[in-house]
C-alpha cells in the first residue's frame, strides 16, 4: 500500500516537474490560443478551426484541429511558443464551403510578475468581405499636448496627419515603404483606415508639423486596430455659431429687423406721421 502511494507521488512529481524543466531548458513557453468564429457576425457552432505552422510566408504542418461549441469559440490549449518568434502559428476556419485565416500573435512575458505572457484573441469571419490573408486596419493618431484636449482628458485626436506605413522584414527588420494611390491623411476623429493590408509586420509613422507618432505592428485579422501616441500639437476648436429660437442665425444688434438696418425706425416714424395726421383730422 505505501508502495503504491510512493509510486503515484513519484508520478505526479514528474508531471509537474519535467514540463518546467523543459520549458527552461529550451525557453519555451505554454499558453492557450482562443477564438471564436463567426458567420457573417453571428457565432459559427460547429466550424473546424486546424491550426498550422507557420515559417512567415505560408501555412506549414497540422498542429492541431477541433470544431467550434455552440457559441462559436475554440481554445487549443498548451501550445508551446517560442518568445523570439511572435507569429508561428495561423489558424484556419471552415465552415459550409467558407474558410478564413488568422495569424496567431504572441507576446512574450516582460519584466516583473505583472506582465505575463499573452495570445492575442482571435476573432474570425468566415463570411467576411475582406480578401483572404488580408485585415482591415483602422489607425486612429492621438495628441498628448495642445489646447485642443477636451476638459478631463489627456488625449485629443489629431486631424490631418500624414499617415507613411512600411513593411517589415521578418528576418532582417528591413523597411520597405508601401505606395499609396493618394497620400493617406487622418480624417476629423483621427482616423484612417487600410482596406486590406496583407498579413504581416509594419512600422507606421504618423506626422503633422515637424512632429510625429510610430510604432511597429502586426496585422493578423480580417479586422485590426492601432492607437499611436503623438506629441503633435492640437489647436484650439473654434466656436460654431449656434442655431436661434425658431430656427433662424441670431443677427447682431445692428442688424436690424429680418437684416435690414434701421427697419425699425422707419417702421416707427411710419407709426408716427400716422397718428399725427389722425390726431389733425380730429
Known amino acids: 500500500m505505501k508502495l503504491t502511494r510512493l509510486i503515484l507521488i513519484a508520478c505526479v512529481f514528474f508531471a509537474l516537474i519535467v514540463p518546467l524543466q523543459a520549458s527552461a531548458q529550451t525557453g519555451m513557453y505554454f499558453e492557450n490560443i482562443q477564438g471564436k468564429v463567426y458567420n457573417k457576425a453571428f457565432p459559427a457552432a460547429g466550424a473546424k478551426v486546424t491550426l498550422y505552422s507557420y515559417d512567415g510566408k505560408k501555412p506549414g504542418s497540422e498542429y492541431s484541429s477541433l470544431t467550434t461549441g455552440s457559441d ?35 507576446y512574450p512575458p516582460g519584466v516583473g510578475p505583472d506582465q505575463p505572457a499573452e495570445v492575442q484573441w482571435i476573432n474570425i469571419d468566415v463570411a467576411s468581405d475582406v480578401p483572404p490573408m488580408r485585415g482591415q ?38 523597411l520597405t515603404q508601401v505606395s499609396f494611390a493618394s497620400t493617406p491623411i487622418t480624417g476629423s476623429d483621427g482616423q484612417y483606415t487600410f482596406p486590406a493590408l496583407p498579413y ?36 484650439k476648436a473654434t466656436p460654431t455659431p449656434g442655431i436661434g429660437p425658431g430656427g433662424s442665425t441670431p443677427t ?14 422707419v417702421i416707427a416714424l411710419i407709426a408716427l406721421a400716422g397718428a399725427v395726421l389722425y390726431l389733425r383730422r380730429e
Open 137 to 174: 486596419t483602422t489607425v486612429t493618431v492621438w495628441s498628448t499636448v495642445g489646447q485642443g484636449l477636451p476638459v478631463g482628458e489627456n488625449l485629443a485626436r489629431v486631424l490631418g496627419a500624414t499617415v507613411s506605413l512600411y513593411n517589415v522584414d521578418p528576418v532582417t527588420n528591413n
Open 72 to 106: 462559436g469559440t475554440f481554445n487549443f490549449r498548451n501550445v508551446a511558443f517560442d518568445p523570439a518568434n511572435p507569429v508561428s502559428y495561423i489558424i484556419k476556419a471552415d465552415r459550409e464551403g467558407n474558410t478564413a485565416w488568422a495569424l496567431v500573435l504572441y
Open 200 to 235: 504581416g509586420k509594419y512600422y507606421l509613422r504618423a506626422e503633422k508639423n515637424g512632429k510625429y507618432g510610430d510604432q511597429y505592428f502586426w496585422v493578423t485579422q480580417q479586422e485590426n486596430a492601432l492607437n499611436v501616441i503623438t506629441d503633435i500639437d492640437v489647436p
Open 252 to 265: 447682431t444688434g445692428n442688424g436690424g429687423f429680418l437684416g435690414i438696418p434701421g427697419f425699425e425706425a
